[in-house]
């Protein structure tokens, strides 16, 4: 526990640290790195501990002398304790070679400065253990992380995101209000104990609404608009805190009020998989439509929240329909994939942090034979595209291993089971080929062929702590795609503390399947081994060659000519037009001698563009109808404020 | 049984280039030609092997690699599949989900490799490849529902080893029908056969799979062929055993019967390929989507039975 508390202590002097320091540019950018790692590390060596020991730690104070703030770490706060200081920790370490840009000392120390902020808030998020409490810290963080996303506010772009962000985040806090308001409402209580007790249709309101705030903190469909913008808009490890952790904060809550109400009935997991599964799909559309290589990633995170939603309503509807099989799979592998993500997501961030910081360039088309200069970049970037398409032996076929088995399990038992089983399995499988797809796109557009434009020519990687960084987060999908037992049983713990009416979950049925795992990946991994020397054997001696890509018989290839990522992705996004409208514009190619010619094609989001419609000018059209409120005239807003306080006097 | 297993793998790794021949033959035969002898596949292996290899100047590691993992996929594929109805060297629950990911591993490198090379015709290929095995991937996982609904079970293993197939037909009855089907129409896309994708011609523009391999040679050719001819093999195999799901005991029985049935598979990839033209791109997916029609009705019509 002490190391909790240092853990704490030693992140939010990092923060102060940046801040006082701001003269001195690499001393501040060193001690405060340095400090926010080792707060990062103690604080995940604590929870790990507390992870592994299961051991229950409470903590609380009074503030203001009414407020009673309360912290408690249970098993599944110990679980995502350990996501966040793992991915922040090695998202600080990265930091010190990307930001390097000493006129922008100020910015930068005050981006050190709520960073920490960032890293404890999301902390206290997800130990803390009543209304106040866990209001208080989702505030912090959301703000600290809005300050983040506007880091470079000169651009005007970067602060529409971020106020796009800021409008999300509290329309999403407000229904996380609205769900806690009705718990007070009925238990007249702060702590969270009470939930259990409520009658069936207010814990079903209650779900439903706290299901909408966390859900549009996670990225889910429709409430995922903020994303795509304000995620390119952070400097790249933020993105990678934010995309791999931040809105992990979101499941969690999904998952902490779920166990909190211990109400099980299949409408809600339905909720949850249907959720799941558009939030996927469409993610995954959108994503492969992209030319932001960052605005791809962050759609690519609605996809993984729908994957991991998808498993947890797996989850949802094995406990209500009493199929403890079905509902242990789908919720360990939900959980396993948010850990999964949160690596390979930021692994893949960072990568794009590099190509950004050395192209300077963020459109994939742009983009081309990065991998010649960029070796380790460009290897780990592989990795990360292997692990989030859910491709054995890597990271995130493992999780999606479970939840395929937890929806197969499903399909044997009753209607709504089946249902969702198969509603499950088939969407996982598109989600599969489509990530696939989406990712081919970034490896081969941006990694490899020949540069498309003189800004991806010969750019080298530089920066020791950036290249490590992502040597580490490859190196975890590795090891967690063979061997996947350790973080089986990790995610098993953490599931012990979500009320699921189950005694002690056993571990052995479920370490028997990781360590089928482990045998099919040493298998496969022993047969590439063998074939690696054959081909040694088959090319010894042999005259090899180096020439020109073969034109078929044209002579005079350009870069230009290669496929571009609009036309790799273009037929498969036809496929989905009506809920991924494709627009191109290029004007007609005229004469003998045509003239130079643009071409321009985007996909709209649905949710943005309905968004707009129905919901913005209707509520921007309401408001200027009530502009005469604010006439700027003093004592008439005193006026307000007394008539206000005597109204609230008669209902108090 | 274990020697056994590992005997029935290797033998399927050998005679797998064999069998592929036999579409060739019969396509001969429909064209009114002699058509190549039945063992060209092993020499055009051989003389691959022989060779030495030209790599673009464009390329990267990832080039060489695509071959490699690509064969290693199916060669590991090959391990989980039961041949003759004889047990398979590995099996485990959901060993199946494991296969179609390594599948699609292979495919990934496949891809990769494509783009490696700058070229626009392999960007297009590759573009195609990435495109059509999507609605596949449903399709087979949805004949999987089924399956599993009928037997409990979730291996390989255990729904195509021994007697099982009977047992599959037994509870599944005439919705099977639909599976084979569908299975048929799985193995015309995933291995780039007529009506998807046309392996005889080199015709960039109308091709998938054949575009994306133009600029391998060599040693590093003959793995992708090998791969190509084992992956047809597996297809083939599942469907071999759905349409003839008898088994005798008698081993030198069941493996003439299981070569009869194989062989009827690519025969009949061989008409198909014989008497249809390709598809214009854009109908592709609908043809490939008529194969999760079939699986999902199949299902859904087996429910009944169950109840």
Redesign the interface.
């Known amino acids: 526990m002490n190391l909790f508390y240092m853990s704490f202590l030693i992140l939010f002097s990092g923060g102060i640290l940046a801040l006082v320091g701001q003269r001195n540019f690499a001393l501040m950018k060193m001690l405060s790195v340095v400090s926010l790692a080792t707060g990062c590390l103690s604080g995940l060596i604590a929870s790990a501990q507390a992870l592994w020991q299961e051991k229950v730690f409470q903590f609380s104070f009074t503030y203001l002398n009414h407020f009673e703030l309360s912290y408690k770490i249970d098993s599944l706060s110990a679980f995502f304790l350990v996501v966040i200081f793992l991915i922040s920790m090695i998202a600080v370490i990265y930091s010190y070679h990307y930001m390097d840009h000493s006129e922008n000392a100020l910015a930068t120390s005050v981006h050190y400065f709520f960073f920490s902020l960032l890293i404890i808030s999301m902390a206290l998020v997800v130990t803390a253990d009543n209304i106040i409490t866990f209001m208080l810290s989702w505030e912090i963080m959301s703000l600290s992380s809005f300050f983040l996303v506007i880091f470079d506010y000169g651009k005007a772009e970067n602060r529409k995101a971020g106020y796009l962000y800021f409008i999300f985040s509290h329309i999403g806090a407000m229904f996380i209000f609205a769900a806690f308001g009705v718990v007070y409402g009925y238990t007249s209580q702060f702590g969270f104990n009470g939930m259990a007790g409520l009658p069936d249709t207010v814990k079903m309101i209650v779900f439903v609404l706290a299901f909408i705030g966390f859900g549009s903190k996670a990225g889910v469909f429709p409430f995922h608009v903020w994303l795509p913008h304000a995620h390119p808009a952070a400097p790249s490890h933020i993105s990678a805190v934010m995309s791999g952790v931040m809105i992990k904060t979101g499941i969690y809550g999904i998952l902490r009020v779920y166990s909190l109400l211990d109400y099980h009935v299949s409408v809600l997991g339905m909720i949850v998989l249907v959720a799941g599964v558009i939030s996927g799909i469409l993610g995954v559309v959108y994503a492969l439509g992209q030319h932001d290589l960052k605005r791809l990633l962050a759609y690519s995170s609605v996809e993984n929240v729908g994957i991991i939603l998808i498993g947890i309503g797996i989850g949802m509807i094995g406990v209500a329909t009493g199929n403890p099989l079905m509902a242990i799979l789908g919720f360990s592998g939900g959980l396993l994939h948010v850990l999964n993500h949160s690596i390979f997501k930021s692994l893949l961030f960072m990568g794009a942090g590099m190509v950004l910081h050395k192209t300077g360039t963020r459109a994939i088309d742009r983009l ?2 990065l ?2 200069r960029m070796r380790i970049t ?1 290897a780990t970037f ?1 990795i990360g595209s ?1 692990a989030i ?4 032996p890597f990271n995130g ?1 493992v999780g999606e ?1 479970f939840i ?2 937890g929806a ?1 399990n499903g ?2 038992f009753g209607n709504t089971a ?1 249902v969702a ?2 509603l499950a ?2 969407s ?3 989600i ?3 990530a ?2 989406c990712f ?2 970034v ?3 941006v990694f ?3 540069p498309r434009s003189r800004a991806a020519a010969d750019k080298d990687e530089t920066g020791n702590t950036m290249l490590f960084a992502m040597m580490i987060l490859a190196s975890f999908c590795i090891i967690i795609g063979v061997l996947p037992g350790i973080f089986i049983q990790m995610t098993l713990k953490g599931l012990s503390s979500v009320s699921m009416g189950y005694g002690r979950i056993p571990l052995e049925p479920f370490i028997q ?1 990781t360590e ?2 482990t ?2 990946a040493v ?2 991994l022993m ?2 081994l063998v ?2 020397a054959m ?1 040694t054997l ?2 010894r001696g ?11 018989g044209f002579t005079q ?1 350009t ?1 230009k ?3 571009t990522g609009s ?6 996004v ?2 989905f037009r009506p809920v991924a409208p494709f627009q191109e514009h290029h004007p007609p190619v005229e004469g003998r001698f045509p003239e130079k010619t643009i071409y321009h094609s985007r996909i709209d989001d649905i949710a943005e563009r309905h968004m707009t419609t129905i919901i913005v000018r209707p509520v921007m059209w309401m408001f200027d109808r009530l502009r005469w409120i604010q006439h700027g005239d003093i004592h008439l807003y005193i006026g307000y404020i007394f008539l206000a306080i005597v109204v609230l006097l008669f209902f108090v | 049984m274990m020697i056994e297993s590992i005997l029935f793998y290797v033998g399927a790794i050998i005679v797998a280039p064999f069998f592929s021949a036999v579409i060739l033959k019969v396509k001969a035969f429909f064209g009114g030609k002699k058509g190549p002898p039945l063992l060209i596949n092993y020499y055009t292996l051989i003389k691959l092997l022989k060779k030495g290899s030209v790599y673009s100047t464009s390329t990267t590691t990832i080039f060489k690699l695509g071959p490699i993992v690509s064969l290693c996929a199916v060669l590991t594929v090959l391990m989980f599949l039961p041949i003759a109805g004889v047990k398979p060297v590995f099996s485990f629950k959901g060993d199946i989900i494991f296969v179609l990911y390594l599948l699609g591993l292979g495919r990934f490198f496949t891809i990769a490799a494509a783009m490696d090379t700058a070229s626009p015709f392999e960007g297009m290929g590759a573009a195609r490849e990435a495109n059509f095995p999507i609605i596949c991937e449903a399709s087979f996982m949805m004949i999987l529902v089924l399956f599993y609904k009928m037997t409990g079970n979730f291996n390989l293993s255990s729904w195509f080893s021994d007697t099982q197939p009977m047992t599959l037909w037994q509870s599944a009855g005439s919705p099977l029908i639909f599976v084979v089907i569908s299975l048929f129409i799985i193995l015309l896309t995933e291995n780039a056969r007529v009506p998807v994708d046309d392996p005889a011609t080199h015709l960039e523009l109308t091709m998938i799979h054949e575009v994306m391999v133009l600029d391998h040679s060599g040693p590093d050719f003959a793995m992708i062929e090998f791969g190509a001819f084992m992956k047809l093999f597996f297809y083939a195999t599942l469907i071999a055993r759905l349409i003839c799901p008898f088994n005798t005991g008698h081993l030198a029985v069941d493996v003439s019967v299981f070569a009869g049935a194989i062989l009827m598979v690519y025969v009949a990839a061989g008409i198909t390929e014989s008497v249809m033209a390709r598809y214009r791109m854009d109908r592709v997916s609908k043809f490939v989507m008529t194969s999760f029609a079939l699986a999902f009705f199949a299902t859904i019509l087996t429910l009944e039975f169950i109840g």
């Open positions: 081309g034979g991998l010649k460009g592989l292997l398409s859910g491709l054995p076929f291993f395929y088995l197969f399909t044997l089946f089983g198969v399995v088939v996982l499988a598109v599969g080929g489509l696939l797809a081919t796109k490896m081969g557009v490899q062929g020949e399947m089928n795992i045998l099919a298998v496969f047969v590439l074939l690696l081909r088959a090319y042999k005259p090899v060659g180096r020439k020109g890509t073969w034109g078929c290839p870069p000519m290669q496929y036309s790799y992705s273009a037929s498969i036809e496929f």
